[in-house]
């Protein structure tokens, strides 16, 4: 696609439910980054992609969160027991994961809502 | 661990006048990258300049520049001849020089163009 997309846009659930998140980077990118921006705060990051396999996921906050790329481009984030505090935007980007200066481009995220 | 400070929550700036936006950072590393992301209502974070931290020129993007002194750790954003199409937050964010690591983001500020 032309752009990162992420769907769906906004999403509301109740405590303790379970969500489904995701992303759909643009073609051909194999670096994709899961961020999460809490209500008056810059996003911090998740986990990271390279392809299929989870690069990096030290910034997931515990183990009711999870992310999977099954085949090197969606990618679904995933939180169980949902609480009010996972209330907030989770934005994804994708990378063309060529060059240690390559530019990561921003989806217009979903906004959480956990009542 | 790397940590971007903004200290200007808001900000507003007179149409077609000029506005600089303050960012301080914290690192141990001699080289990294430095960004400025705009985020408008529509949530899509946006490149709006980079740095590199070996370059001693500093970055322009026709009305965008910044002022980066890697001895003070300061990278602030000078906005000309603001546009009512400026208003958004805007957040700075660090990386370092490994390929595909994840950016740190400062909690941002609000700008208001006022016509």
């Known amino acids: 696609g032309a752009g990162v997309s992420q769907t769906p846009s906004n999403k509301v659930t109740e405590k303790g439910k379970y969500v489904e998140l995701r992303c759909d980077p643009i073609s051909g990118h194999t670096a994709l980054y899961w961020y999460r921006q809490s209500l008056g705060q810059g996003p911090e990051f998740l986990i990271y992609?390279?392809?299929?396999?989870?690069?990096?996921d030290s910034g997931l906050p515990n183990d009711r969160f999870f992310a999977v790329r099954p085949e090197g481009s969606v990618s679904t984030l995933k939180i169980q027991r949902t609480e009010r505090g996972d209330s907030a935007v989770y934005l994804c980007?994708?990378?063309?994961?060529?060059?240690?200066?390559?530019?990561?481009?921003f989806g217009p995220g979903t906004r959480l809502l956990v009542l | 661990a790397q940590t971007v400070t903004q200290s200007q929550p808001e900000m507003s700036v007179q149409e077609a006048e000029t506005v600089t936006l303050s960012c301080t950072y914290d690192?141990?590393?001699?080289?990294?990258?430095l960004f400025w992301y705009k985020q408008p209502p529509s949530r899509q974070m946006i490149l709006v300049i980079r740095?590199?931290?070996?370059?001693?020129q500093n970055a322009t993007e026709n009305r965008f520049s910044v002022n980066f002194q890697k001895a003070a750790k300061s990278f602030s954003l000078k906005i000309s001849d603001s546009q009512l199409g400026d208003a958004a937050m805007y957040f700075c964010?660090?990386?370092?020089?490994?390929?595909?690591?994840?950016?740190?983001f400062g909690k941002g500020t609000r700008l208001s163009v006022i016509a």
């Open positions: 740095q590199e931290a070996y370059k001693q």
């Open positions: 690192t141990s590393e001699s080289d990294y990258y």
């Open positions: 980007a994708s990378s063309a994961g060529q060059g240690v200066i390559e530019t990561q481009y």
């Open positions: 964010a660090y990386r370092n020089t490994l390929e595909n690591t994840p950016l740190v």
């Open positions: 992609f390279q392809g299929t396999g989870a690069a990096d």
